[in-house]
């Protein structure tokens, strides 16, 4: 019998919960054990749902979304780096899964493995921050974001920060509608050569500094869709992207813009030429 087994075990064994004055137990549980098993745990314990004002339909619905994010992943040959980085005070909220073995990986690191080609990664519901959540990974070629219904995300800071060897990334289902930082979000990914986020909702984003810095091998990026109206700083914002030759950035909005400083510095004569004509604030 598993640990899992034994805790539904004790609990049906045990009204252990129906006297708890306290949500310290109830915080133990939530905390630290699966979610079907904490479905099994209210379904079970009706008191409990009472005691703790929780709407089960509400829960089941939260729930989905704990494990609503499923990644493609193409594993580099040969480099041993960083997979995914997370950070101590949230660690607690995501754990991750390999499809050719469905264990918790206990590490944050991927060796060379050509069978993995899906993960998934179980980030709570209440987690509103993708802060550095690839930052300095060495040793993936290619991400796809097969699902993703997650409408809560506001931080994308630095997200794909030095993913260096991407070369491809397909975000078209990444949902950012309340999304207010985009800061360094592609910093540094010196090999993608393409990178489509016209479904990107940018209407709440006060945050764009240094978002595509270092993105030399981008040759085109069409940003039109692109509500800049409440953003604050563009500082670097496409700097050192020198291969860069068409950008579409004609419905930008700079009326609350603090600092745009440097945001074309390292890009070709021919850009800044274009950009001059699509916009008389260059």
């Known amino acids: 019998m598993n640990s899992d087994e034994k805790i539904i075990k004790e609990i049906k064994s045990k009204d252990i919960f129906e006297n708890v004055k306290s949500n310290f137990i109830l915080k133990i549980i939530f905390e630290y054990v699966k979610i079907n098993i904490k479905l099994q745990i209210i379904n079970y314990h009706k008191n409990l749902q009472n005691k703790l ?11 989905k979304l704990y494990s609503s994010i499923e990644i493609e992943i193409k594993p580099v040959n040969n480099i041993y780096g960083k997979f995914i980085n997370i950070s101590n005070e949230d660690k607690k909220y995501f754990n991750i899964y390999f499809d050719n073995s469905n264990e918790d990986i206990k590490r944050n690191y991927l060796n060379n493995n050509e069978n993995v080609n899906i993960i998934k990664i179980k980030i709570n519901y209440r987690l509103k921050s993708f802060v550095h959540l ?5 040793c993936i070629k290619s991400i796809f974001f097969k699902k993703f219904f997650r409408n809560n995300i506001t931080d994308f800071d630095s997200m794909f920060l030095d993913c260096a060897n991407l070369e491809e990334l397909d975000i078209s289902h990444l949902i950012t509608d309340n999304a ?13 050569k393409e990178l489509n986020i016209s479904n990107f909702n940018t209407n709440n984003v006060l945050y764009m500094s240094f978002m595509f810095k270092g993105c030399s091998s981008l040759k085109e ?5 692109f ?3 409440n953003v604050l700083d563009m500082y670097s914002m496409f700097y050192g992207c020198s291969l860069l030759e068409e950008l579409n950035i004609t419905n930008f909005n700079y009326d609350k813009i603090i600092d745009k400083k ?4 390292g890009c070709s004569v021919e850009l800044i030429k274009k950009i001059k004509k699509q916009d008389n604030n260059f």
């Not at 207010?180 to 993608?192: A, D, K, Q, R, V």
């Not at 440097?262 to 510095?265: E, I, L, Q, V």
């Open 180 to 192: 207010t930082n985009m800061n360094s979000m592609f910093y540094g990914c010196s090999s993608l």
């Open 53 to 63: 004002g929780i709407n089960l339909n509400e829960f089941k619905k939260n729930s």
């Open 134 to 138: 690839f930052s300095g990974c060495k």
């Open 262 to 265: 440097d945001m074309f510095t």
């Open 227 to 229: 509500n800049t109206n």
């Open 221 to 225: 990026l069409d940003l039109s869709n």
